[in-house]
């Protein structure tokens, strides 16, 4: 992963994580992550040290900028020539002319920048453009180079190409071994717990790997089953899904947020929110997921008490009695979102996500939720541990969760 912002701390790595969880899905064992500024020498080496694997990935430098390096020091670490491929010339240069035109700039001063993006080492193969860079991939040796664009967007975009392109087909994927992965998530339970019931059920043997990764209280557990170990992976994963039935919310990958959706929609119910301390992190989790408009309807950021009472309707007594961090407030949030979006089914969520304003009453990381239908509604009260952005994310989640837990019992479903 290449990029001196990186480096110094200026970004945090999202490629490295995302490219390894690919891999691994895939049956690829990620070996190394190597982060490396633009340092020429540096980067260099770090290149040639990639060479020496099956499949090396790298992401960024293919801009049009001094210290877009990657590509000229791949072609020198292969013993390549950089040639300029017109076709991609062109296509370059058609995103810097549409661009000037659409933010009403003359196209002047690009023609460099086009040709060094454009400049790739002889041989190799062009995944498509993200932007103006290309994705490439080219094999030297007995090792095939994928090399895509720093941004994260960018580089999952040109992904699915790399994956389908030749080299990575017949030299990398073709000789994976077949395996099976299974998939446990589950929220609310604890990483020590479920790690005493993997010791407890005979640990990793037998052709099964276990990983177990946490993140925003949700734990994701995945078996990789090589072939004939099958019997071995039912024993782990019926040990594992017996710790706590309760907290096994998915057996796939789908984020919670489109696991709500589709709750709501087998039902025909509508969505919709009222967020105090998460600022809207729910409705920004749920207007991610593509379709998400024929069931959620909308959300009102209720921060301040004033428009707690005028947008929502909650009651002056109830903030001057209980304040408005409270289960009775959160209940009312709800109510209020309910009748003024229209929808069937909403949750309500008020906190102190800090870093000041705690008491010794209502300490900082305290929040109320409440999830409110037509005739059921759940309440939940959680004092979150971490910084400010912490716990803004986890009560998103435990939000969602919650309004999970009240679809599934208003649809009367088995889990």
Known sequence: MTGSELVRGELADENGPFL???LARLGLVCRRITIVGDDPDLLEAAIRDGLKA???????????????????????????????DPHLERAID???????????????????????????????HVLGLAGTAPG?????????????????????RLWPAALASEPVRKTVLARVPPFEHRTLRFYGLSESTLAAALE?????????????????RELTCELFVEPGAEARADKLDSALAAVSPDTLFSRD???????????????????????????????????????????????????????????????????????????????????????????????????IAGPGRGTAEKPVGLVFFCAA????????????????????????????HLLRRLLIQIGHIEV
């Open 20 to 22: 390894a969880r690919e």
């Open 54 to 84: 099956d499949l090396c990935v790298i992401s960024g430098g293919l801009g049009p900028t001094h210290d877009d390096r990657t590509v000229e020091l791949l072609a020198k670490a292969t013993g390549r020539t950089l040639i300029v």
């Open 94 to 124: 058609a995103v810097g002319r549409r661009y000037a035109r659409n933010v009403g700039t003359t196209y002047h001063g690009y023609d460099e920048g086009v040709r060094k993006q454009a400049s790739i080492p002889e041989r190799a």
């Open 136 to 156: 490439l991939v080219l094999q030297h040796e007995r090792c095939v180079v994928v090399a895509l664009p720093g941004p994260p967007h960018e580089l999952q």
């Open 200 to 216: 407890q059920a005979g640990g990793e043997s037998g052709g099964v790997t276990v990983t177990i990764c946490a993140r925003d």
């Open 253 to 351: 990958e789908r984020p919670i947020e489109e696991i709500v959706l589709e709750l709501a929609r087998a039902q025909r119910l509508t969505l919709g929110a009222a967020e105090s301390c998460t600022g809207g992190l729910v409705a920004g989790r749920l207007t991610e997921v593509p379709g998400a408009s024929d069931v959620f309807r909308g959300c009102v950021v209720a921060y301040a008490d004033e428009i707690k009472r005028s947008a929502l309707g909650a009651a002056e007594r109830t903030l001057a009695n209980h304040g408005a961090v409270s289960a009775e407030c959160a209940l009312e949030l709800a109510e209020g979102a309910r009748r003024v979006l229209g929808v069937d089914v909403a949750v309500g969520i008020t906190g």
């Open 373 to 400: 239908g037509p005739d059921a509604r759940l309440e939940q009260k959680i004092t979150f541990s971490g910084e400010r952005d912490q716990i803004r994310r986890y009560a998103s989640v435990t939000a969602l």
